[in-house]
């Protein structure tokens, strides 16, 4: 039941945002569709507040809650990010606001980028961690919660690998191409 409303959670989420979008540019009601986006995080409370109901129920804490956790700590860390992306985007489309840049592609540039989102991706895997260590401890039983224990180590393994990416960035930038007359 928990992996369903996972699954419920991240479809209220993306309609939560296109509803709060669509009344602040095509119905022109921007205090109106900044309530609905202010409602978006409460997708995370309820996700949160299932997790623990059935931990507390006497469930043994498994991969659906680690995936929970894990969902709550990227929602928190790049909701906010996504949020503001898809308000760019949907200003220029409806609204005839600028065009939002996209990520830099080149150089030094792109690497801040890439560390920024590094960044983000740190901060998930710390509220996860958080999160799952409350689950393990609300639990307080080592064999039930083993699996809250791999959940930490995998949100530690891809910051990681996002942090590899990051510097890749930085030791071998990317080259913006040399334009110019041919011969």
């Excluded at 995370?44 to 299932?50: F, K, R, S």
């Amino acid at each position: 039941m928990l992996v369903t409303l996972i699954i419920g959670c991240e479809i209220a989420f993306w309609v939560l945002l296109g509803a709060g979008l669509a009344v602040r540019y095509l119905l022109r009601r921007p205090r109106a569709g900044a309530v609905v986006l202010l409602c978006v995080p409460l997708v995370d409370v309820v996700l949160l507040a299932a997790a623990v109901a059935d931990l507390r129920a006497g469930g043994t804490a498994g991969s659906r809650h680690g995936l929970a956790a894990a969902y709550v700590g990227f929602s928190v860390a790049y909701g906010h990010y996504l949020v503001r992306w898809a308000d760019g985007h949907v200003a220029h489309r409806f609204a005839g606001g600028p065009r939002p840049p996209g990520p830099p592609k080149y150089g030094t540039a792109r690497a801040v980028h890439e560390w920024r989102m590094c960044g983000r991706t740190a901060v998930a895997a710390v509220v996860a961690a958080v999160l799952l260590e409350c689950a393990v401890r609300l639990v307080g039983d080592a064999d039930r919660t083993e699996a809250l224990r791999q959940w930490q180590l995998r949100m530690a393994w891809v910051t990681g690998l996002n942090a590899v990416v990051a510097a890749s960035y930085t030791l071998w930038p990317r080259r913006e191409p040399v334009t110019g007359p041919r011969r």
